[in-house]
């Protein structure tokens, strides 16, 4: 793996449980100042290359039951991920284990853009701020930057075996966590490069806050990290009694970023406060215990974890099947939602408090979480739908199945 291209690096072998190590700036930045800031960042160099095209349409299917308007089936494998385009929300990205991505539109299915020459699996796919560049990540680490406009390859880098990759919420800058535990920061197209060192643990999750001026990461041995971006030590340290008691899974922030929720193979969620980093709130399906026993048969996983914009709730989702909504500052379980399968991933809508998950069983629910109800099933994938996207107005859903399927659903609601 090539990691030659390195910037300033922290090792954080700290014996502290909470490292605090800088006085956060409480001004929202605007989008000239933050790209101001990572002006100011000590970057190095890295390499770019090559181009492709590519277009196609969909159409068919015959399971017994499809509820999807769309199916889009230019996978050859698996697809692992999906996101929308922030822009428009009018383009799809999906990463296989074919190895490629393709950019296509939700609408009809028209490819865009054929994201070639990975040498593994597309894990992670994702679009820039302003829709007009995708990165594409395979798990062997090697990530592309294509423009969506020109079809052209415009950078590409190799790393570490991939766990995550995000771009900045508002510059064109792109992050990655890889397995030997470093994240990594990127200008695109430029390539100047800057690393975030951590112990030899996974960097499994990764966050950029919504300031773009901190990162939140977890690792496999159960720390947190929230990153300073800019001067590139952490701010805060989350570990130890305060920190999770296995790998990281997944972790979610709200709307203005003050805190995280993270999720673990330890079964238990953490509310972490990112201006102080102490931990503010715990969640678990196992209410009557504070702290797991040693002893315990196998911890119930989480598997992904979200805030409600509108109501102070939090969602946990479980690989037993169970979907706990909390009242987020008393942490009481409100509703627990059963699912016949795992539960793989889940988001809430945007200005709703609809909250919605996938599963091992193929189905795409939407859940009343004021209620506990569900509100709707969709059905049409005959494997496991791996991930899904919502767009802004919550109308619609682009699931990726182990079917070698992507399929675009209508959300439709009494209430709409």
Not at 398 to 414: I, M, W
């Amino acid at each position: 793996m090539d990691n030659n291209t390195q910037g300033d690096t922290i090792d954080l072998y700290g014996d502290e449980e909470i490292i605090e190590v800088i006085d956060l700036n409480d001004m929202d930045p605007e989008p000239d100042d933050l790209a101001d800031d990572l002006e100011d960042i000590d970057f190095e160099d890295a390499g770019n290359e090559g181009d492709d095209e590519g277009w196609e349409t969909e159409d068919e299917m015959e399971a017994e039951q499809d509820d999807s308007e769309l199916t889009f089936s230019k996978h050859k494998g698996s697809v692992f991920c999906v996101s929308l385009d922030p822009a428009t929300n009018s383009m799809a990205v999906t990463g296989g284990e074919d190895d490629k991505a393709y950019v296509w539109r939700v609408s009809d299915g028209e490819v865009l853009l054929e994201c070639t020459g990975h040498k593994d699996s597309v894990t992670c796919a994702v679009f820039s701020h302003d829709s007009s560049m995708v990165a594409s990540g395979d798990m062997g680490g090697l990530i592309k930057v294509w423009k969506i406009e020109t079809k052209e390859e415009i950078w590409s880098f190799e790393v570490a075996d991939l766990e995550w990759l995000e771009w900045h919420p508002c510059a064109a800058v792109l992050l990655a966590g890889t397995d030997d535990g470093n994240m990594w920061m990127w200008k695109i197209p430029s390539g100047e490069c800057k690393t975030f060192q951590s112990a030899a643990s996974q960097a499994t999750c990764g966050k950029v806050l919504p300031d773009g001026k901190r990162a939140v990461v977890g690792y496999e041995d159960g720390t947190v990290r929230v990153w300073d971006l800019k001067q590139g030590n952490a701010a805060h340290v989350i570990k130890g009694q305060d920190g999770h008691r296995g790998a990281l899974t997944c972790l979610s922030c709200n709307k203005d970023g003050s805190l995280v929720l993270t999720g673990s193979v330890d079964g238990f969620a953490k509310l972490i406060n990112t201006a102080t980093g102490k931990v503010v709130g715990q969640y678990s399906l196992d209410v009557g215990k504070v702290k797991p026993s040693q002893h315990d048969e196998e911890p119930n996983s989480i598997e992904s974890v979200g805030f409600c914009n509108i109501l102070p709730l939090v969602a946990v989702a479980y690989l037993d099947g169970t979907l706990g909504v909390y009242d987020l500052s008393s942490q009481v379980m409100r509703h627990r939602c059963q699912h016949e399968a795992g539960i793989v991933h889940l988001q809430w809508e945007d200005s709703s408090s609809v909250v919605s998950t996938c599963c091992l069983d193929g189905a795409l629910r939407l859940w009343d979480a004021r209620t506990g109800s569900i509100m709707a099933e969709y059905h049409g994938h005959s494997a496991e739908i791996l991930n899904f996207a919502i767009n802004r107005e919550g109308t619609f859903a682009v699931t990726a199945s182990g079917d070698n399927q992507s399929k675009v659903f209508c959300l439709q609601r009494p209430d709409r």
